[in-house]
């Protein structure tokens, strides 16, 4: 993505003006604050503003005055208690606003997360920018033939070639269209409100979005996962770079008990304790189906 000297700029002065502030500070989010993070061919994520740190999950579980610590070891601990048992509203505490530019299939991925606050660019009153999201030749993908939601095997040869040129010359073809219709020159013009309609869903759009530390968690759990889409885990990978400097602690139990973790039913625990005291389990005698064994044994082989 080649950000604009008008952009670069813009963070420049951002980050040349800072204010005294009597609120909690993360050094570690401080140095991303409203910097551009690339992402995709012309997307990207900044920082735009954030509240709260660990020490502000531990005041909140503690309903304290100030830090009310006793050390960062003891915060880590209380932190690691908290995730592991499922209290979220500590974490709610702590909040960030990103800027983020994105392809609008994938805003429409990332939407389904109905717990954020959202302020999309409008198309009713702007005009979008021609810049459409073109995969790299790496991922572009086949229909998984396991998995109705995934990609298979990376196209080759003249399949590949074919469908990259259908990519880049419908989006052009269609914005050109766009162009035509809102053009005022010699003619009404069609409404953008309604030219926006023919407009293809690689076309970039942006938006801010802000959400609280546990709602963003459950986020990148879903999409930072490795079965994740590829073009929404980019995202989320760069966030996760961000999070594990703002809240350091939370992230890193974030990261054992729900990234590294795994839930297991009743039925798999009990599998679990029979195979413990040397018992032979088998999907026959585990009381599982085959979707639901197939899964365990997953967890157990990785």
Same mark, same amino acid.
């Given at each position: 993505?080649?950000?604009?000297?008008?952009? !670069?700029?813009?963070? *420049?002065?951002? =980050?040349?003006?800072? =204010?005294?502030?009597?609120?909690?500070?993360?050094? /570690?989010?401080?140095?991303?604050?409203?910097?551009?993070?690339?992402?995709?061919?012309?997307?990207?994520?900044?920082?735009?503003?954030?509240?709260?740190?660990?020490?502000? $999950?531990?005041? *909140?579980? %503690?309903?304290?005055?100030? #830090? /009310?610590?006793?050390?960062?070891?003891?915060?880590? /601990?209380?932190?690691?208690?908290?995730?592991?048992?499922?209290?979220?509203?500590?974490?709610?505490?702590?909040? $960030?606003?990103? +800027?983020? #530019?994105?392809?609008?299939?994938?805003?429409?991925?990332?939407?389904? +997360?109905?717990?954020?606050?959202? @302020?999309?660019?409008?198309?009713?009153?702007?005009?979008?920018?021609?810049?459409?999201? $073109?995969?790299?030749?790496?991922?572009?993908?086949?229909?998984?033939? $396991? &998995?109705?939601?995934?990609?298979?095997?990376?196209?080759?040869?003249?399949?590949?070639?074919?469908?990259? !040129?259908?990519?880049?010359?419908?989006? *052009? %073809?269609?914005?050109?269209?766009?162009?035509?219709?809102?053009?005022?020159?010699?003619?009404?013009?069609?409404?953008?409100?309604?030219? %926006?309609? @023919?407009?293809?869903?690689?076309?970039?759009?942006?938006?801010?979005?802000?959400?609280?530390? +546990?709602?963003?968690?459950?986020?990148?759990?879903?999409?930072?996962?490795?079965?994740?889409?590829?073009?929404?885990?980019?995202?989320?990978?760069?966030?996760?770079?961000?999070?594990?400097?703002?809240?350091?602690?939370?992230?890193?139990?974030?990261?054992?008990?729900?990234?590294?973790?795994?839930?297991?039913?009743?039925?798999?625990?009990?599998?679990?304790? %029979?195979?413990? #005291?040397?018992?032979?389990?088998?999907?026959? &005698?585990?009381?599982?189906?085959?979707?639901?064994?197939?899964?365990?044994?997953?967890?157990? !082989?990785?």
């Amino acid at each position: 993505m080649s950000i604009t000297p008008e952009q !670069e700029a813009e963070v *420049a002065e951002l =980050r040349a003006t800072p =204010r005294q502030t009597l609120r909690a500070v993360s050094e /570690g989010m401080e140095s991303h604050l409203y910097t551009i993070k690339p992402v995709l061919d012309h997307g990207f994520v900044r920082v735009v503003d954030y509240m709260g740190d660990d020490a502000a $999950i531990c005041q *909140a579980a %503690r309903v304290s005055y100030g #830090k /009310g610590t006793k050390s960062v070891q003891n915060d880590a /601990g209380l932190i690691r208690y908290l995730m592991r048992h499922w209290h979220s509203t500590p974490f709610e505490m702590c909040e $960030i606003k990103l +800027h983020v #530019k994105l392809p609008v299939f994938v805003a429409r991925q990332w939407i389904r +997360h109905r717990t954020a606050n959202v @302020n999309e660019y409008s198309a009713r009153y702007s005009i979008m920018d021609r810049e459409f999201y $073109i995969p790299e030749p790496d991922v572009l993908a086949a229909q998984s033939v $396991i &998995n109705n939601q995934g990609r298979g095997e990376v196209l080759t040869g003249e399949e590949a070639a074919r469908v990259l !040129e259908y990519l880049k010359g419908d989006a *052009a %073809r269609c914005y050109d269209h766009y162009q035509e219709m809102i053009s005022q020159e010699g003619q009404q013009g069609l409404a953008r409100e309604l030219a %926006r309609m @023919n407009l293809p869903a690689n076309i970039y759009t942006q938006w801010y979005w802000k959400v609280d530390l +546990h709602n963003l968690f459950h986020f990148l759990r879903l999409r930072a996962d490795s079965h994740a889409q590829y073009e929404i885990r980019v995202y989320a990978d760069e966030i996760c770079k961000v999070v594990a400097d703002w809240v350091p602690a939370a992230y890193q139990a974030f990261e054992d008990y729900r990234m590294g973790g795994a839930t297991l039913s009743g039925k798999a625990l009990d599998c679990v304790r %029979r195979m413990l #005291k040397g018992e032979s389990v088998t999907q026959e &005698n585990s009381g599982m189906s085959a979707g639901e064994w197939r899964e365990f044994q997953t967890v157990l !082989e990785n």
